[in-house]
């Protein structure tokens, strides 16, 4: 006869044992538990997801089924065990009906309850075996995937920066001529030349700020954000970036102001990146609101930070979909008739841009009504030199 273990502590069994010796476990429950984790695997799967909760009952009657199997009992006995079983309370375990029945000895019946522990603790050894073969083939797939997610997002990086830079070089050529005929370097124009060559140039210039955009958010996935920290004073920064997107604002019949809530007349930050933050969600807040409606550009204290704001009455961004603004590529406007231009990265750059400041950009609006985007950077004491 095999050696027989405690499926619990492996501790070696008599045949007669009932509990373990060694953990006091109960034999019965730890097969009935180990048997619940075989059929577990076997019925589609080792999650715990995919196990029903077994009773001791459903267990007793694989037992009969194993010593009708066996040639213990023959059919009819066991028919008629489970009929006395049925009118009793139900509660006495078939295997000491049979023995009542003389069907089986309590040699025969413990053989064969050994014998199920056995498989069952084989099944289980078998169990584990596969199911660690199975987690180590799945972290070798997802490290896999990974590695090839880096690589292909260092590539999508590298692609964006090459294009972009030669299209730049490009554009700066185009931008020198434009401006030269302009501003009638090259000859006099006719006042249609003269309307047509600004309309070119302010089509050039909108083109070059998309392509700075792109080339500073490829940097800035492959993590090459760096800051060039100064005080910068907040009056003239905030006038500079209005009088850069008030002729938009103008264009569409819209208000444009600012509110200066400070005692604090200076921030910290890199002055550059964030006058881009702010051009970007002023352009935002004019490209969504409507005619007649309103942008206001907000500047208060906020202990010892500076809260910028920039509020619009435009059309809103429903509350499911405020976090998924700020993922790349991403536009709310996604019908086949795009009524807005732009290719979702604004966002994108301005959240890494502010969250490299260490602060967050956040969000309030409310569909119809408006939006107002905000973040908070340190107050300076000194200006920089
Ligand atoms: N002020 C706003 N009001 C309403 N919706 C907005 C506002 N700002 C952003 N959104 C929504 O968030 C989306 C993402 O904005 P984001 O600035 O990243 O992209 P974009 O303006 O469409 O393109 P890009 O800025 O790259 O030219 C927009 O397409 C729009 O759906
Ligand atoms: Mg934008």
Redesign the pocket.
Known sequence: MPQLNCPQCSQVLEPSDVTCPKCGASLAVVTLLAEQHWLGRKRGGLGTGSLRPMSVEQLVPRLGDLLLAQGYITEAQLQEALARRAQGSGSRLLGQILMEMGAVTRETLDRVIARQILELQNALLQANRTLEQNVAERTAELEMALLKLTELNQLKSNIVTNISNELHTSLTHIKSYVTLLTEGELGQLAPAQQEALSATLDAVNRLEQ?LE?LIAYAASARGEMTLNLRSVRITPFVDEVLQRVRPAAEQKGLRLDRRLNITQPIFLGDEEKLFWVLL??L???I???PQGGSVMLNVSDEGHRVRFS?Q?T????PAD?LE???ED?????GSTTRH???????????RRIVEAHGARIH?E?QEGR??T?SFAVPASAMPSA
């Open positions: 998309s955009g970007q969600l352009n935002n807040a490209k969504f609101t920039v619009d435009g059309i809103g961004i979909r998924e603004i700020f590529f991403r536009r709310l406007d807005y231009t732009g290719t979702g990265l604004g966002l994108a750059l301005v969000v609006s408006g939006s985007f």
